[in-house]
């Protein structure tokens, strides 16, 4: 069909074909992909988590799969649901010797909770951890510090849920236990202890600072950052913004915060930063970091009221219980008693155990007061 000076020529000059097919296929697939990817997106996106109105700086962007993260230890997690009284059945005060906490409780529901203790702080040695190697006609016995601690922080527990909810239950009902902190160890992970001044060959000010530690998080941050704030209960405040004000860190007529207050809350600020797995504008808006009511996330306030938490947990639960303990299980500098702080419970994720509900089938620890079951 072709003329056949057309068919002579092609035959005396071969050309091969195949090198522009693959360039004009790559470019095509590629052109193809990039259609895909604007109108499905891309598998791998930025997801942008809103803290606050649009175009104030209040997004974190966060990947996906980050978000997606599990909790390796909510896998482990024990829980057994509540068994409803109907009426009548003896009490645990009624029954055990020296049941000073949770004696409203029915015997079913007392031992339930005991061996739900058992697994969240001490799955290998079990009751023993308490009660010791002992006949059971025993157990009311308080010889071992590892029973008077508990049954304080049964209260604390209680005290949690009952008085701070506002921090605890700020997104959803998820209340705490004593897994939220313990995850199977006796002694959680993430407590802290005093042990400012960390620089020997300093005095003053310099020696809380400029040598990288847990509590600093490995920074040249003060150290001393938990120690002031969630236990001293000072106030967090950073330098002034202008260059010369009157008064100073000295003048009693006219305190003014000094540049040692600001790297002290930048410590603090850095750690709680750590403790959540977020960045700064998870509470701040980037553009007014200095605007402390007027343009924050609801996480502020959310946070704020953990610092109050904190502070109380510290000073009336575990700071007295420093004579209790024995000297291993006292800080290294000081012998003070182990304290809590954020991430003692979050671990690195926004939310414990990233928003499991631990209290919902243990309303014994929702309240001292008796439980209502459903």
């Known amino acids: 069909m072709l003329p056949k000076w057309f068919n002579d020529w092609n035959r005396d000059n071969p050309t091969n074909i195949f090198g522009p097919a693959i360039l ?34 209040m997004s974190v962007p966060e990947f996906k799969v980050a978000l997606a993260r599990p909790d390796p230890t909510i896998d482990a997690y ?23 906490v949770l004696g409203e409780l029915t015997e079913d529901n007392f031992n339930r909770l005991m061996l739900a203790m058992t697994q969240w702080v001490s799955p290998e040695q079990g009751c023993a ?42 997104v959803g009902e998820v209340g705490v236990n004593c897994y939220t902190c313990h995850r199977g160890e006796n002694v959680p ?3 802290w202890f005093k042990i400012a001044p960390v620089t020997e060959t300093m005095a003053g000010w310099s020696a809380n600072q400029n040598r990288a530690t847990s509590i600093s998080q490995s920074t040249s941050l003060p150290s001393d950052a938990l120690e002031k704030y969630l236990l001293e209960a000072n106030q967090i405040v950073v330098h002034d913004l202008e260059s010369r004000v009157a008064g100073g860190p000295a003048d009693k007529d006219n305190p003014l915060p000094s ?39 609801p996480q502020w306030s959310t946070a704020s009221l953990g610092i109050q ?4 947990l510290n000073n009336v639960y575990l700071v007295p219980l420093r004579d209790t ?50």
């Open 24 to 57: 004009v296929g790559a470019l095509g697939g590629a052109v193809f992909v990039a259609i895909l990817l604007v109108t499905w997106g891309q598998p791998f996106a930025t997801a942008s988590m809103q803290t606050g109105p649009r175009g104030t700086g």
């Open 78 to 100: 024990y829980t057994d649901s509540p068994i409803v009284p109907q009426g009548g059945e003896p009490l645990a005060k009624d029954i055990y010797q020296n049941v000073q």
């Open 129 to 170: 951890y308490c009660h010791g190697d002992v006949a059971l006609e025993e157990y009311g016995k308080d010889d071992l510090y590892t029973k008077v601690v508990a049954r304080r922080m049964i209260q604390m527990t209680q005290t949690i849920n009952d008085d701070w909810s506002g921090h605890v239950n700020a």
């Open 189 to 191: 992970s993430e407590i």
């Open 259 to 297: 540049i040692q207050d600001t790297e002290r809350t930048y410590a603090l600020m850095n750690y709680f930063a750590n403790s959540l797995g977020v960045n700064c504008v998870f509470c701040h808006n980037s553009r007014a970091f200095y605007a402390a009511a007027g343009e924050v996330t």
């Open 309 to 312: 938490m904190v502070q109380e």
């Open 325 to 374: 303990y024995p000297p291993e299980r006292l800080g290294p500098v000081y012998a003070d008693a182990p304290k809590t702080a954020c991430k003692t419970c979050h671990k690195g994720y926004q939310r414990p155990l990233q928003g499991l509900n631990v209290i919902a089938d243990w309303p014994e620890l929702a309240s001292s007061d008796p439980p209502v079951y459903e």
